[in-house]
């Protein structure tokens, strides 16, 4: 059994189009994240819930929109894409977003945006 | 604000051979430090982490690592490197108190025959 999976693995699209990615864990975990990771491999955060709750929204442009149904899934949807957005995301989960908390993450859904 | 330093962007490494990568960070708070591994195509997955307690830390498929405070450094060890040890290597470290993790730039490990 996947403990994080993400939907779809690859996303081609044309810029200005809206697309979304899907992550679901199976971890029973309460936090889940959102990462993006660019061309150079650099991981950087852009949101957390914790139980269905924003906790951690980076500086991040506004088409960029996390939703959060239930603990077990966090999408995120994209709206207007640029070329800039290609890069590779990644969703994780943890116990309970703690600072010693283990982070489980998914493989990946590459965006490519031409 | 933390920031984390992977001094080595990539190491290339024999087979059979030792390895370590470098890893600082820089913080005035206490901190909790991760290693994780990421194979190619996949996800990251936690090689070891240390919360507190002995220094010497050791984790997943032979990997071990080291807290030096006074350095402030995690650098990661590994004795015998395998051809399936090649991979990407992110040092991270979490503030006390906080809920975000900061990533190094990487390491690349490649192991060749």
């Known amino acids: 059994d996947t403990a994080v999976s993400q939907t779809p693995k690859y996303l081609v699209t044309q810029m200005g189009n809206d697309k979304s990615i899907k992550c679901e864990q199976n971890l029973g975990h309460d936090t889940m994240y959102w990462y993006k990771q660019d061309s150079k491999k650099f991981l950087k955060i852009m949101f957390s819930?914790?139980?269905?709750?924003?906790?951690i929204n980076e500086t991040v442009p506004n088409r960029f929109s996390p939703k959060s149904p239930d603990k077990a899934h966090l999408n995120l949807h994209i709206n207007s894409l640029e070329l800039g957005d290609s890069a590779v995301y990644f969703c994780a989960s943890s116990q309970g977003g703690r600072d010693t908390d283990t982070q489980y993450f998914g493989p990946g859904t590459r965006l490519t945006v031409l | 604000a933390q920031s984390v330093t992977q001094l080595d962007s990539q190491v290339p490494v024999f087979e059979e051979a030792p390895v370590e990568l470098r890893c600082n960070y820089s913080s005035s708070v206490s901190v909790y430090l991760f290693w994780y591994v990421q194979y190619p195509n996949q996800g990251l997955q936690l090689l070891l982490k240390?919360?507190?307690?002995?220094?010497l830390v050791k984790g997943i498929n032979g990997f071990e690592a080291e807290f030096n405070k006074s350095q402030t450094s995690f650098h990661l060890r590994k004795p015998s490197v395998h051809i399936s040890d090649t991979a990407e290597y992110f040092c991270?470290?979490?503030?006390?108190?906080?809920?975000?993790?900061?990533f190094g730039a990487g390491t690349t490990v490649t192991v060749r025959a």
């Open positions: 991270a470290v979490n503030l006390a108190n906080d809920y975000k993790l900061s």
């Open positions: 240390y919360l507190s307690g002995s220094t």
């Open positions: 819930y914790n139980n269905k709750e924003l906790i």
